[in-house]
């Protein structure tokens, strides 16, 4: 079965300094991998999204930076961050083959700058 | 720009009451999906409508989506505590992309 993994679940993080999140898939092949950032109890805003290696689209101007160096892990960054950077990380993968596919997500990381 | 708005924003009833949460849209999108929310976990999928005037049902959940693929509803039916969350729709669109509303915040008192 299908696994993603995504971590730290926290991390509090001094404005200014770098940052660097992971996130893997196991169990499936060539799948597009999607980073979201949510405001407490809201809805999901997509950052960026990949539908292969070295593919990146980013959605909305900002500090973050996103990467995919292998087929099944993805990763996002920030070479400074800022105080506007807090909130929840969400990292989720889909079948890339078809559309109406479910988006299955990691369990999150919990980001503050201070 | 949210593409989809959701209402109501916050919900709190008693357990073995109803209740039904709106997603509509301007935007016409492949398919609609529900997702439910708990603190500090991800989303997780509750149900994909596809077609206009669809009509699904999970146990006491009644998912509908307009004849128009522009709108859904979540209906909940004697609602338990268990069904405590956040409740989100998302429209599909055709490059993959999931459009996430606000969410609805439910809340089932014992």
């Known amino acids: 079965s299908q696994t993603i993994h995504q971590w730290p679940a926290t991390l509090v993080q001094p404005v200014g300094s770098p940052l660097s999140l992971e996130c893997t898939v196991e169990g499936t092949s060539n799948p597009n991998l999607y980073w979201y950032r949510q405001a407490a109890g809201r809805g999901l805003q997509l950052l960026f999204y990949?539908?292969?290696?070295?593919?990146i689209s980013s959605e909305v101007p900002q500090n973050l930076s996103a990467s995919r160096p292998q087929d099944r892990q993805f990763i996002l960054s920030s070479k400074k961050l800022l105080l506007s950077d807090s909130g929840f990380y969400l990292c989720a993968w889909s079948d890339g083959t078809s559309l109406n596919q479910p988006q299955h997500f990691g369990d999150g990381t919990r980001l503050s700058i201070l | 720009t949210q593409l989809l708005e959701q209402s109501p924003q916050f919900l709190s009833i008693q357990e073995g009451e109803n209740l039904t949460v709106y997603c509509n849209s301007s935007?016409?999108?492949?398919?609609l999906q529900w997702y439910r929310q708990e603190p500090g976990e991800g989303p997780v999928l509750l149900v994909t409508v596809v077609t206009g005037g669809e009509v699904k049902k999970l146990k006491r959940l009644t998912f509908q989506f307009g004849d128009a693929r522009k709108d859904s509803s979540l209906h909940i039916t004697a609602a338990q505590p268990g069904d405590t969350g956040l409740y989100l729709c998302a429209g599909v669109s055709n490059d993959y992309k999931l459009s996430f509303g606000a969410g609805t915040t439910v809340t089932v008192r014992a």
């Open positions: 935007s016409v999108f492949s398919s």
């Open positions: 990949s539908v292969g290696i070295g593919q």
